[in-house]
């Protein structure tokens, strides 16, 4: 496994291979593969997966997250045929299983986005109270209120609906995230 920077995170090759160099190598030939789509105008997007097939080694780099990738290996069996539906299968169960991750990935950040929409909508009721509570004050006759006291409450109040346009912001970009999020998980369902 590797990074889009060419560090090797993990591997199963020894000490016989320099391990540095190949992170370079496999980072440059994705960089190259991009390049090549620049060069010919064409779009280019995410890639999913990267197969480089030859007669004795098959080697497949799949994108597992923003900056991972992993880099898979298959040296010739004898039968081409069976080397090939044993990749496939492997493939199959890798691409699942990233598809898995990534699903429960969006579902976890969709749980927080909504935890925090209900603690800005709670903090937003409490702030609407305590400046109608100060409201309440200020316009109760039987409350002597000094001007010293009037212009701290007042203060008071300004500070509330500071922090109420702030809540209100917050629950407008985590409400659009939600959404951006949730329409990421109908069109990975499809």
């Known amino acids: 496994m590797f990074y889009n920077n060419g560090t090797i995170f993990q591997t ?25 789509y620049e060069f010919c105008n064409l779009k280019a997007e995410e890639y999913k997966k990267l197969i480089f097939e030859t ?15 992993i880099a898979l290996f298959f040296k010739q069996e004898e039968d081409k045929e069976l080397r090939l539906t044993a990749i496939r299968r492997y ?15 969006l579902f ?20 609407e109270q305590q400046i109608k509570a100060l409201d ?14 009037k212009q701290k409450i ?13 809540t209100k912001q917050e629950i407008e970009d985590i409400t659009r995230d939600l959404e951006m999020l949730k ?3 109908k069109k990975r369902d499809k």
């Open 55 to 69: 007669e004795e080694v098959s080697i497949i780099i799949l994108k597992l997250g923003e900056d991972s990738n």
């Open 183 to 185: 329409k990421k998980v």
């Open 91 to 105: 493939l199959n169960k890798v691409e699942d299983l990233m598809d898995m991750d990534a699903n429960e990935i």
């Open 136 to 149: 309440d004050k200020l316009g109760d006759p039987s409350i002597i209120v000094s001007e010293v006291e």
């Open 12 to 36: 199963t090759f020894g000490s016989e291979i320099n391990i540095p160099k190949l992170g370079e190598n496999l980072a440059q030939a994705l960089n190259h593969i991009r390049i090549i």
């Open 108 to 127: 976890q950040e969709i749980l927080v986005k909504e935890e925090d929409l209900k603690n800005l909508n709670n903090l937003l009721r409490e702030t």
């Open 154 to 166: 007042f203060k008071r109040k300004q500070e509330y609906h500071e922090e109420l346009l702030k």
